[in-house]
């Protein structure tokens, strides 16, 4: 196998890594701020490409402008979401917190199905089919534009957490939620903005994968469950292990590809995931329980 | 106070669920012919359609024209002077689901036969039941197993992967292609398609050089074609019926890979075209003739038969009837006609015989002619070549 093959496995393993990494952070926010899974974050990847594709489509927006409405309108949702049913269950029982995330996800893509229709439906490219040529291997421009924007969520949460005041309190919730509130953080608010962020997270990855996929009503539990490995693999509760988590994910299925067979990629992937598990319960980058206390 | 918000929440949020499920219920429960005060009993027929789930955009069209058909069929008097009724039920493209709404329909709709289901899958499922009922089933899938897998109730209106694949790796012969790659979807469709190349490649001029699988859900291919790429292939041979066509007809051209992409009717979709757009031109594969009318003779009897459906689907519809429309009509007039050469009264086996002994019925999906042996019913003649040229589809020589 020549040297510019190889480059394109890497590529194609950047590229699904940072569609994983984007949806694995919204696992990982809304663990940190509940301690729960949100099963129903592949949805608002599946909302974020499709409401786009209502505002580019249905309405006549312009691309650009099309995309922030699909991101902010599902980030709407996120919030509705966790307003609606996750926060009338006062207790904040975990398991029944899960459960009602996997109501939610059947909700939201029963509504997508019957607004939207069962069709598979497109957007264009941000800009253009073009493609550059990185020694030899090809970057579609699309794919350049999901892991720009895969960077600028990592950079933009980094900043979010480490230097302002709206980071620092959800950091504080997560790291222990009655101090938080002894101090004076409204934890409540913690986790409805922790939704919001999750949900526009998940959108941005459904609206900047939509281009080359077309989305449709159920897309959203394949993506839901990579990105769930994806967070696990890294170590749930931390920003940056999910990103590491999903690239790793990415990597291991395009070694797959290239090196094993492309019919048991996602079998051979799980099996990695499987055996770090068991070496590090944990995760690559996640402190185990003791430490944290 | 708190257990009694947690309590309106709940409600509110079942009545939400509730009002989802009757809505996609709805529509499909109530039976055509009820305005009418039909004096007479109605043959009651299931029909079990994937209207949510993966292969929705399949049950759609398949549940619109069993609608438009059985009215149409109803206002022309019925079959034998009684009206008929076919009950719709969503499988949800689950297998297990298919299995449950049929034996409803068996056992308190007590239908005569059976349509359906959309998909491979579900239509095997549901092979157990049918046993058990001892009622004729006419599936509207694609799958080879249907009638590969021999069943003396069981019929099949898609043009099986046993017919298409000998077809399309004739064409590839007649273009001078000697190497050739398959990249399969790993579901139903896709891996029944790919098992019946390497089944019948060792008959053909042709040599397989590399074999790609994708799972249904995957956002990129540039791995897989990456291999086929330096396989030295001629031509790429996929196979599969979702939206991921689009991904890899597009990853192919960003690669630039500079062989052709030949599809299957797996493929036969709008959206193909519109999900792949530039990436889309040149795609060639093979399907019934529906897609371009101009494929059937001229004056032919199949001609005016399409030409007719087409017409009264597109009105009412809005839109053109795909392929999976035209299985469905398929399916149910093979039942109808065989129920108006019978006398009014018949046995569930009375009537497998008759739509066993079909003989040049012409459908939308082309002549059906059954035999104990052969419960598909269609030829080489009933298939064509397509091209993607400008965006639509054409014929290809």
Same mark, same amino acid.
């Given at each position: 196998?020549?040297g510019t093959?190889?480059?394109?496995f890497?590529?194609?393993?950047?590229?699904?890594?940072?569609i994983?990494a984007l949806?694995?952070?919204g696992?990982?926010?809304?663990?940190?701020?509940t301690?729960v899974?949100?099963?129903?974050q592949?949805?608002f990847y599946?909302l974020?490409g499709?409401?786009s594709?209502?505002?580019?489509?249905?309405?006549g927006?312009p691309?650009?402008?099309?995309?922030?409405v699909?991101v902010a309108?599902t980030?709407a949702v996120?919030g509705?979401f966790?307003l609606?049913?996750?926060?009338q269950?006062?207790?904040?029982?975990?398991?029944?917190?899960?459960v009602?995330?996997?109501?939610g996800s059947?909700?939201l893509?029963?509504?997508a199905?019957?607004?939207?229709?069962?069709?598979?439906?497109?957007?264009p490219?941000f800009?253009?089919?073009?493609s550059?040529?990185?020694?030899g291997?090809v970057?579609?421009?699309?794919?350049?534009w999901?892991?720009?924007?895969?960077?600028?969520a990592?950079?933009?949460?980094w900043?979010?957490?480490?230097?302002?005041?709206?980071?620092?309190?959800m950091?504080a919730?997560?790291?222990?939620r009655?101090?938080?509130r002894?101090?004076?953080?409204d934890t409540r608010?913690?986790?409805?903005?922790?939704?919001?962020?999750a949900?526009?997270?998940g959108?941005?990855?459904?609206?900047?994968?939509?281009?080359?996929t077309?989305?449709?009503f159920?897309?959203?539990?394949?993506?839901?469950i990579k990105?769930?490995?994806?967070?696990?693999l890294?170590?749930?509760?931390?920003?940056?292990?999910?990103?590491?988590?999903?690239?790793?994910?990415?990597?291991l299925?395009?070694?797959s590809?290239?090196?094993?067979?492309?019919t048991?990629k996602?079998a051979i992937?799980?099996i990695?995931?499987?055996a770090?598990?068991?070496?590090?319960?944990q995760?690559i980058l996640g402190?185990s329980?003791r430490?944290?206390? | 106070?708190?257990?009694?918000r947690w309590h309106?929440?709940?409600?509110?949020?079942?009545v939400a669920?509730?009002?989802?499920?009757s809505?996609?219920?709805?529509?499909?429960?109530?039976?055509?012919?009820?305005?009418?005060?039909?004096?007479?009993e109605?043959?009651?027929?299931g029909?079990?359609?994937?209207?949510?789930?993966?292969y929705a955009?399949?049950?759609e069209?398949?549940?619109?024209?069993?609608e438009?058909?059985?009215?149409?069929?109803?206002e022309?008097?019925?079959v034998n002077?009684?009206?008929?009724?076919?009950i719709?039920?969503?499988?949800a493209?689950d297998?297990?689901t298919?299995?449950a709404v049929?034996?409803?329909?068996?056992e308190q709709?007590?239908v005569?036969?059976?349509?359906?289901a959309?998909?491979?899958?579900?239509?095997m499922?549901?092979?157990q039941?049918?046993?058990?009922a001892?009622?004729p089933?006419?599936s509207i899938?694609?799958g080879?197993?249907?009638?590969?897998?021999?069943?003396?109730l069981?019929?099949?209106?898609?043009?099986?992967?046993?017919?298409?694949v000998?077809?399309?790796?004739?064409?590839?012969?007649?273009?001078?292609v *000697?190497?050739?790659a398959?990249?399969?979807? *790993?579901?139903g469709?896709?891996?029944?398609?790919a098992a019946?190349?390497?089944?019948?490649i060792?008959?053909?001029?042709?040599?397989?050089v590399a074999e790609?699988?994708?799972?249904?859900?995957?956002?990129?291919?540039?791995?897989?074609?990456?291999?086929?790429?330096?396989s030295?292939?001629?031509?790429?041979?996929m196979?599969?019926?979702?939206r991921?066509a689009?991904?890899v007809a597009k990853?192919m051209?960003?690669?630039?890979?500079?062989?052709?992409?030949?599809g *299957?009717h797996g493929?036969a979709?709008?959206?193909f075209i519109?999900?792949?757009?530039?990436a889309?031109?040149d795609f060639?594969?093979?399907a019934?003739?529906v897609?371009v009318?101009?494929?059937?003779a001229?004056?032919?009897?199949?001609?005016?038969?399409?030409?007719?459906?087409?017409e009264?689907?597109t009105e009412?519809?809005?839109v053109?009837?795909?392929?999976f429309?035209?299985?469905a009509?398929?399916?149910?007039?093979?039942v109808?006609?065989?129920?108006?050469?019978?006398p009014?009264e018949?046995?569930?086996?009375?009537?497998?015989?008759?739509?066993?002994?079909t003989?040049?019925?012409?459908g939308?999906g082309?002549?059906?002619t059954?035999?104990?042996?052969?419960?598909?019913?269609? *030829?080489?003649?009933?298939?064509?070549?397509?091209?993607?040229?400008g965006?639509?589809?054409t014929l290809?020589k």
């Open positions: 196998m020549g093959e190889l480059l394109q890497v590529l194609a393993g950047l590229k699904n890594g940072s994983y949806v694995a952070l696992f990982t926010l809304i663990y940190a701020a301690g899974i949100n099963f129903a592949g949805e599946m974020g499709m409401l594709v209502w505002a580019y489509a249905d309405l927006l691309l650009p402008l099309a995309g922030l699909g309108a980030a996120g509705v966790e609606g049913a996750i926060r269950r006062k207790d904040g029982d975990p398991l029944a917190l899960i009602i995330t996997v109501g059947m909700v893509s029963s509504m199905r019957h607004l939207f229709g069962p069709n598979e439906r497109p957007l490219l800009s253009g089919g073009g550059v040529s990185v020694f291997a970057l579609e421009v699309q794919t350049i999901i892991l720009g924007l895969t960077a600028l990592v950079v933009g949460l900043y979010l957490y480490n230097r302002t005041g709206l980071g620092r309190a950091r919730c997560a790291v222990n009655d101090a938080a002894i101090v004076g953080i608010l913690m986790v409805t903005v922790s939704f919001l962020l949900a526009a997270l959108a941005l990855a459904g609206l900047a994968v939509t281009p080359l077309q989305t449709a159920d897309v959203g539990p394949t993506v839901g990105g769930f490995a994806a967070a696990i890294g170590g749930l509760g931390n920003p940056i292990a999910a990103v590491v988590g999903g690239l790793v994910l990415g990597m299925e395009s070694v590809i290239a090196f094993i067979s492309s048991y996602d992937a799980l990695v995931l499987l770090v598990l068991f070496m590090r319960p995760g402190r329980s430490e944290k206390v | 106070m708190t257990t009694t309106f929440a709940s409600v509110v949020t079942l669920a509730m009002a989802v499920v809505l996609s219920a709805c529509g499909a429960e109530d039976g055509p012919g009820d305005d009418g005060a039909a004096p007479a109605p043959y009651r027929i029909a079990v359609l994937s209207l949510s789930g993966t955009g399949l049950g069209p398949e549940k619109n024209t069993i438009m058909e059985v009215e149409r069929i109803n022309a008097g019925g002077g009684r009206p008929i009724e076919v719709i039920v969503d499988d493209t297998a297990e298919a299995v049929t034996t409803r329909l068996i709709d007590e005569i036969a059976l349509i359906g959309t998909g491979t899958g579900a239509t499922a549901m092979r039941e049918v046993d058990r001892g009622i089933q006419v899938a694609g080879t197993v249907i009638t590969a897998d021999f069943h003396p069981v019929f099949q209106t898609a043009w099986s992967n046993s017919l298409v000998p077809f399309t790796l004739r064409y590839l012969e007649g273009k001078g *000697s190497k050739v398959i990249i399969a979807d *790993s579901g469709f896709g891996a029944d398609g019946v190349i390497k089944d019948v060792g008959t053909t001029s042709l040599e397989l790609e699988a994708f799972n249904p859900g995957d956002a990129d291919m540039t791995g897989q074609l990456t291999k086929i790429k330096s030295g292939a001629e031509a790429v041979l196979w599969n019926a979702g991921e689009a991904t990853n051209a960003a690669l630039d890979i500079g062989i052709p992409l030949i *299957s493929n979709r709008v959206e519109d999900g792949a757009g530039d889309a031109e060639v594969f093979a019934g003739k897609l009318p101009e494929a059937y001229p004056g032919s009897d199949e001609q005016v038969v399409a030409t007719d459906f087409i009264r689907y009412r519809y809005g053109a009837p795909d392929t429309a035209g299985h009509y398929d399916g149910l007039y093979l109808v006609e065989a129920m108006k050469r019978l009014e018949f046995t569930a086996e009375e009537l497998r015989d008759e739509i066993e002994s003989n040049g019925f012409v939308i082309g002549v059906f059954f035999s104990p042996t052969d419960h598909n019913g269609l *030829s080489d003649d009933d298939l064509v070549m397509y091209r993607v040229s965006g639509v589809w290809e």
